[in-house]
């Protein structure tokens, strides 16, 4: 079956700082990667998104994420934090079986960046 | 404007009621689904449709039903609330099986208390 496991529930850090957040997924065959982001009191906004190609993938508001096909991670960076990056952040895959594939989430990473 | 219509925005319901959360999109997307976000449980894929008239359960189904009578509605149905329905409901949906046409477009979300 499909899964998502988000590596850190909590992250804080202080303005400036480097963030990376892990992700790593079970599924065997082709699939799709996203990084969705909901800041608080809204809903999800799509970061970046990986399908095919390069797998260094550049996101909106200066996010990156790697797409480590050996290691079935897609971890999201950001070499300088700031205030408003304070967020929650959603990993989620999509495995292609007989075209009806699911989007499965992580259980999210809350950010919180100090000033 | 384009996008995922959610009604309504909240809702409070005693247990045992029954309710429809509505979703509407005009994008002409095959794929659709509902999510439901929990503290700590990132969203969990509640049903999803492939397409109108198809329709299949996900990671958490038990006391929803759906139906897909056209391309652009997917409603959600609540028979007899429970409190452990209480969460925030969220409606997504997708071209099927063209991941280049972009990722998933989410709806603003319904939050729903069951007393």
């Known amino acids: 079956a499909q899964s998502v496991s988000q590596h850190n529930h909590h992250v804080i850090l202080s303005e400036a700082a480097s963030l990376e957040l892990g992700c790593n997924y079970s599924?065997?065959?082709?699939?799709?990667l996203f990084w969705y982001v909901q800041y608080p009191g809204q809903h999800l906004q799509l970061l970046l998104k990986?399908?095919?190609?390069?797998?260094l993938v550049k996101g909106i508001k200066g996010f990156e994420a790697e797409f480590i096909k050996s290691k079935f991670s897609f971890n999201l960076r950001k070499p300088s934090v700031q205030w408003s990056d304070t967020a929650e952040y959603f990993c989620?895959?999509?495995?292609?079986?007989?075209?009806?594939?699911?989007?499965?989430f992580g259980q999210g990473t809350t950010l919180q960046v100090k000033p | 404007n384009a996008g995922v219509t959610q009604t309504p925005k909240f809702q409070v319901l005693k247990t045992g009621q029954s309710m429809t959360l509505q979703c509407a999109q005009d994008?002409?997307?095959?794929?659709m689904s509902w999510y439901r976000q929990d503290p700590g449980m990132g969203l969990r894929l509640i049903h999803y449709?492939?397409?109108?008239?198809?329709?299949d359960q996900g990671e958490v189904p038990n006391g929803y039903n759906v139906s897909r009578s056209t391309t652009e509605d997917f409603p959600l149905r609540l028979l007899s609330a429970a409190p452990s329905q209480t969460s925030v409901y969220f409606c997504?949906?997708?071209?099927?099986?063209?991941?280049?046409?972009?990722?998933?477009?989410f709806g603003s979300g319904t939050r729903l208390t069951v007393v």
């Open positions: 599924y065997g065959g082709t699939v799709n």
């Open positions: 989620a895959v999509k495995g292609f079986s007989g075209n009806t594939g699911k989007l499965i």
């Open positions: 449709s492939v397409g109108a008239g198809i329709t």
């Open positions: 994008m002409n997307h095959e794929y």
């Open positions: 990986y399908f095919s190609g390069d797998p």
């Open positions: 997504a949906s997708s071209f099927r099986d063209r991941p280049s046409r972009g990722g998933y477009t």
